[in-house]
Nanobody, 114 residues
Framework: QVQLVESGGDLVQTGGSLRLSCKIS????????MGWFRQSPTKERELVAT???????NIRESVQGRFNISRDNAKQEVHLQMHGLRPEDAADYFC????????WGRGTQVNVSA
């Protein structure tokens, strides 16, 4: 059974930092590119960052220099380190394969106060 469990979301002030974690089970994790996505009430779900099997990353332009994605193949985890958070970063954050084919998890909520 495929399962994605996100955690680490919280309410932070503008400029604050958070580290999101995603635990994946039920897939051959090491052969899949993994990503973090986010969705807010005013925007469709968007891909924020990708980490490929090589470890190479691709970061969305709007968060470049502030967000970083990493993976731990041994633990089957993906992490998103976020710095310099802005109100426009507030959203529900989800992890999934890239492209996303696994069932979506519940996500973790990030709120940023002005």
């Amino acid at each position: 059974q495929v399962q994605l469990v996100e955690s680490g979301g919280d309410l932070v002030q503008t400029g604050g930092s958070l580290r999101l974690s995603c635990k994946i089970s039920g897939i051959n994790f090491s052969i899949n590119p993994m990503g973090w996505f986010r969705q807010s009430p005013t925007k469709e779900r968007e891909l924020v960052a990708t980490v490929f099997t090589s470890g190479k990353t691709n970061i969305r332009e709007s968060v470049q220099g502030r967000f970083n994605i990493s993976r731990d193949n041994a633990k089957q985890e993906v992490h998103l380190q976020m710095h310099g958070l802005r109100p426009e970063d507030a959203a529900d954050y989800f992890c999934n394969t890239v492209p996303p084919w696994a069932p979506w998890g519940r996500g973790t909520q990030v709120n940023v106060s002005a």
